[in-house]
């Protein structure tokens, strides 16, 4: 999940409402006996009295954890015509299953709700939300949503199965654990083709644009994915989104989007700064320590300084890229590129 944090026993500055997630998981993915999960819920819960309300019901959904298993299995027909394969990927809020579609003949991956959470009223209308908003979405280098399926064995997105390697997976096979700008600008046009459609045709924000949500195709195209934390670019009067939730991945995220700002592209506009960054270098702008503070107060230093931090001798980063990824990354929204077509054609990926 990238979050320093989730590795071990959390602090108070771990549990700001939109990391509580990531507590969460690890705690389901690293608990070994019960010593240990009745450890974290003391420690949850000494935190949590002079904390947050929300960080209490998350505490007792670790109950679930312990008590609930996963009654998905390899080979079992669900919602009448899918046959589950195996497992994609798992998170804190469910598990993406590769299916087949027996009426279709063909694959699908199927993004089920946590078993602990299909009663939740709040996080069956967030997923029926997130179905709608990306819906919405039809382009080459987006990943197609299909449907939202509800029956007593549970809550699942039906959405397109992409068969290939996230961008952070294929960054962690290479030499030294970075690309070459050559290497990656198919891709970064592709991604800033659907980040442009996404924001100009769709009205939405993708507000957690990183590489592990970036998939390489076996033919070599890249599709954006997980539309989850997305929202519209309207918000209506200001005042409405004062208290809009501070979600997203820390190491991605721009000053604005940390705040609680409303949603707006230059929000995106960092994250695809960072992400770059983090593809060229091997790691993202920030990544250790007081990320919050850091964002807010140090400018990071330039691709080829980081390469030289990191041992590399020869780093090649044309100029071009340094400008414009320093441009994505400017603490002042409005000194940013104005769109993702600005960003690609800055960086000579397409013609002006």
């Known amino acids: 999940m990238g979050d320093k944090c989730s ?33 974290i819920r003391d420690h949850l819960k000494k935190i949590a009295a002079r904390k947050t309300p929300l960080l209490l019901s998350c505490i007792n959904s670790m109950a679930h954890f312990d008590k609930t298993e996963n009654p998905l299995t390899a080979g079992q027909r669900v919602f009448e015509r899918y046959y589950l394969k195996r497992t994609l990927g798992e998170g804190g809020m469910g598990v993406v299953w590769l299916a087949h579609d027996r009426v279709l003949d063909q694959p699908i991956a199927l993004k089920f709700l946590a078993p602990h959470l299909v009663d939740d009223r709040k996080e069956l209308d967030r997923l029926k939300s997130e179905t709608r908003r990306s819906l919405k979405l039809a382009h080459p280098n987006i990943v197609r949503i ?18 290939g390697w996230s961008l952070w997976s294929l960054k962690v096979d290479k030499p030294g654990q970075f690309f070459g700008s050559e290497e990656i600008a198919p891709w970064i046009r592709d991604l800033c083709s659907a980040l442009q459609y996404a924001h100009t045709e769709a009205g939405l924000v993708h507000r957690d644009v990183k590489p592990s949500n970036l998939i390489i195709n076996s033919r070599g195209q890249l599709k954006i994915t997980d539309f989850g934390l997305s929202r519209e670019l309207q918000r209506g009067p200001a005042h409405s989104a004062s208290h809009a939730p501070v979600v997203g991945t820390d190491w991605y995220m721009s000053p604005q989007q940390w705040t609680g700002d409303p949603p707006a592209v230059s929000d995106d506009i960092y994250s695809l700064g960072a992400t770059i960054y983090e593809l060229l270098t091997g790691k993202p702008p920030f990544y250790d320590g007081d990320i919050f503070a850091q964002l807010h107060e140090v400018i ?30 400017e603490k002042d929204a409005s000194r940013r590129p104005v769109s993702a077509r600005d960003v690609a054609a800055r960086l000579g990926i397409i013609t002006p």
Request: aromatic share 6%.
């Open 7 to 39: 590795t071990e026993a959390p602090t108070a500055d771990c549990l700001r409402p939109h990391r509580i997630v990531l507590v969460l998981e690890s705690y389901r993915k690293t608990r070994t006996s019960a010593k240990s999960c009745a450890d």
């Open 146 to 163: 299909h449907d939202f399926i509800q029956t007593p064995q549970g809550a699942a997105v039906a959405m397109e199965y992409v068969d």
């Open 300 to 329: 990071p230093p330039s691709m080829t300084e980081r390469l030289f931090e990191l041992g590399v001798n020869d780093p090649n980063i044309p100029l071009i890229w340094e400008e414009t990824i320093a441009a994505c990354l």
